[in-house]
C-alpha cells in the first residue's frame, strides 16, 4: 500500500530515462485501446503506470506486477499520438523493480514456468468461440507435451533452481 507522504519526485528520471518524455502523457488510452494485456486478468494499463511514475508513487510501483504482463508485441508503440513509447515504459519498469531487489522475482514467471503464458486462458475461451475460433489457441497451452519440456529446461536454470517454492508445477 503506498503511503502518500512518501513519493519520490525524480522517479520519472529513475525508471524511464529511454522512453520518450513521459510528461506528455495526458492518458488518452490509446496505448491502452489496442494492447492485447489489457484484456487480460488483472489488466495491463499503461496509462495508469505512467501516472504512478509521474507522482512518483515508488512504492506503489514496485509492488505492481502489471508490466510482467505485456507481451513485448509492440502495437502501443505505433499507436501514442504523443511519441510516449508505452511499450519501453514496461521493460523500463520490469529492469528498475529488479534493480531495487535483486531477489525480486514476479509471479508472472511462475505462470510462465505453470502454464506457458503470463496469462490465464480459462476466459478467452467464449471470445475466441465466438470469432469462429478454437476455444484453446495453438500455443504451448494446447501442447501439455511441449509445455512439460520447457519446464525441463527452465528446470535447469538457477532461478528455478534456487526457488523450488516458487515453481512446484
Ligand atoms: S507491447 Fe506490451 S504494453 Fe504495448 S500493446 Fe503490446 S502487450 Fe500492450
Ligand atoms: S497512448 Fe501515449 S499519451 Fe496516450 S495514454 Fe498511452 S502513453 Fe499516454
Known amino acids: 500500500m503506498q503511503n502518500l507522504t512518501e513519493v519520490n519526485g525524480d522517479l520519472w528520471r529513475e525508471v524511464t530515462e529511454r522512453c520518450g518524455d513521459i510528461?506528455?502523457?495526458?492518458?488518452?488510452?490509446?496505448?491502452?485501446?489496442?494492447?492485447?494485456?489489457?484484456?487480460?486478468?488483472?489488466?495491463?494499463?499503461?496509462?495508469?503506470?505512467?501516472t504512478k511514475i509521474l507522482l512518483g508513487l515508488e512504492e506503489s510501483l514496485l509492488e505492481d506486477e502489471t508490466p510482467w504482463l505485456c507481451v513485448t508485441c509492440?502495437?502501443?508503440?505505433?499507436?501514442?499520438?504523443?511519441?510516449?513509447?508505452?511499450?519501453e515504459i514496461c521493460l523500463a519498469i520490469r529492469r528498475w523493480q529488479v534493480s531495487k531487489d535483486d531477489s525480486y522475482i514476479p509471479a508472472a514467471v511462475a505462470e510462465i514456468f505453470e502454464r506457458?503464458?503470463?496469462?490465464?486462458?480459462?476466459?478467452?475461451?467464449?471470445?475466441?468461440?465466438?470469432l469462429g475460433l478454437e476455444e484453446v489457441p495453438p500455443t504451448i497451452a494446447r501442447f501439455p507435451g511441449l509445455l512439460e519440456r520447457f519446464r525441463e529446461m527452465l528446470r535447469e536454470t538457477e532461478l528455478v533452481r534456487n526457488n523450488e517454492y516458487m515453481f512446484g508445477g
Do not use: Y
Open 116 to 130: 506457458g503464458h503470463t496469462q490465464a486462458l480459462d476466459s478467452v475461451g467464449d471470445k475466441r468461440r465466438a
Open 23 to 50: 510528461r506528455r502523457c495526458f492518458s488518452c488510452s490509446t496505448c491502452v485501446s489496442g494492447c492485447p494485456a489489457a484484456e487480460g486478468s488483472p489488466p495491463l494499463f499503461v496509462r495508469n503506470l505512467v
Open 74 to 87: 509492440s502495437a502501443c508503440e505505433e499507436m501514442c499520438p504523443m511519441g510516449v513509447h508505452p511499450f
